[in-house]
T-cell receptor
Framework: AQSVTQPDIHITVSEGASLELRCNYSYGATPYLFWYVQSPGQGLQLLLKYFSGDTLVQGIKGFEAEFKRSQSSFNLRKPSVHWSDAAEYFC???????????FGAGTRLFVKA | ETGVTQTPRHLVMGMTNKKSLKCEQH?????MYWYKQSAKKPLELMFVYSLEERVENNSVPSRFSPECPNSSHLFLHLHTLQPEDSALYLC?????????????FGPGTRLTVL
C-alpha cells in the first residue's frame, strides 16, 4: 500500500541551527511530493512541492527539499531555524493519475532559544 | 473573507446529537475535501468532491454524511457519533482535484464527542 513515513515524531532545534526533517515514501509510479506546515490552531499550508525536474526545490519561508529517488526520500531542510518555525510538518505524496494525497503522521518541531 | 473557512471552530456533542460542520471556500476551486486529524496519526482522507460530485468515499462510517450543494460549500453531517470520533476535522479545497494540486486548508473544527 502507498504510504509516507516520517520517522521523527518530534525534533528540538536551537534557534539559528540547521534543520532536516526526514520523509520516506513507499515505492510507486512517479510521485508528486509535498511538504505542508501546520501552526497551532491553523490548517495546513503548503511549503513546497516536487513534480519533476530539478531534484532540489525551494519553498516559502526559506525551506528547501531534495528528492532522492534511489532512497525514496524527500527530506525538508532549512539552514537557520527561527522561533516562528515551531510547528508541525507533514510530508505528503500523490501518484501519477491519482487524486488522493497520502499524508505522513507529521513531525513536531520545537525551537529553543 | 478569503481562503477556506470552517464553522464552528469548536463543537461538543453527545452521542445522540445531530450536528453539522460547514466549510466554505472563496478561491474558485472545483474540488473540496474532508479530512480527520487525530493525535499522532496521519491525516485521514474522508471524502472528496469534484464539481459537486463525490469522487472518493474512504470507507467512512455512515454516521458521517457529506453534502456538497455547490463548488463553494461543503458540509459534514454528524449523527450518533462515538467518542473515538473526537478529532480535528479539516476541510480543504483545490483547483481541479488532481494529484498535482496544492490543497488549501481551513483552520478545522475541533470536535469532542461525550
Amino acid at each position: 500500500a502507498q504510504s509516507v513515513t516520517q520517522p521523527d515524531i518530534h525534533i528540538t532545534v536551537s534557534e539559528g541551527a540547521s534543520l532536516e526533517l526526514r520523509c520516506n515514501y513507499s515505492y510507486g509510479a512517479t510521485p508528486y511530493l509535498f511538504w505542508y506546515v501546520q501552526s497551532p490552531g491553523q490548517g495546513l499550508q503548503l511549503l513546497l512541492k516536487y513534480f519533476s525536474g530539478d531534484t532540489l526545490v525551494q519553498g516559502i519561508k526559506g525551506f528547501e527539499a531534495e528528492f532522492k529517488r534511489s532512497q525514496s526520500s524527500f527530506n525538508l531542510r532549512k539552514p537557520s531555524v527561527h522561533w516562528s518555525d515551531a510547528a508541525e510538518y507533514f510530508c505528503a505524496v500523490c501518484y501519477t493519475g491519482g487524486f488522493k494525497t497520502i499524508f505522513g503522521a507529521g513531525t513536531r518541531l520545537f525551537v529553543k532559544a | 473573507e478569503t481562503g477556506v473557512t470552517q464553522t464552528p471552530r469548536h463543537l461538543v456533542m453527545g452521542m445522540t446529537n445531530k450536528k453539522s460542520l460547514k466549510c466554505e471556500q472563496h478561491l474558485g476551486h472545483n474540488a473540496m475535501y474532508w479530512y480527520k486529524q487525530s493525535a499522532k496519526k496521519p491525516l485521514e482522507l474522508m471524502f472528496v468532491y469534484s464539481l459537486e460530485e463525490r469522487v472518493e468515499n474512504n470507507s467512512v462510517p455512515s454516521r458521517f454524511s457529506p453534502e456538497c450543494p455547490n463548488s463553494s460549500h461543503l458540509f459534514l453531517h454528524l449523527h450518533t457519533l462515538q467518542p473515538e470520533d473526537s478529532a480535528l476535522y479539516l476541510c480543504a479545497s483545490s483547483p481541479q482535484g488532481q494529484g498535482t494540486d496544492t490543497q488549501y486548508f481551513g483552520p478545522g473544527t475541533r470536535l469532542t464527542v461525550l
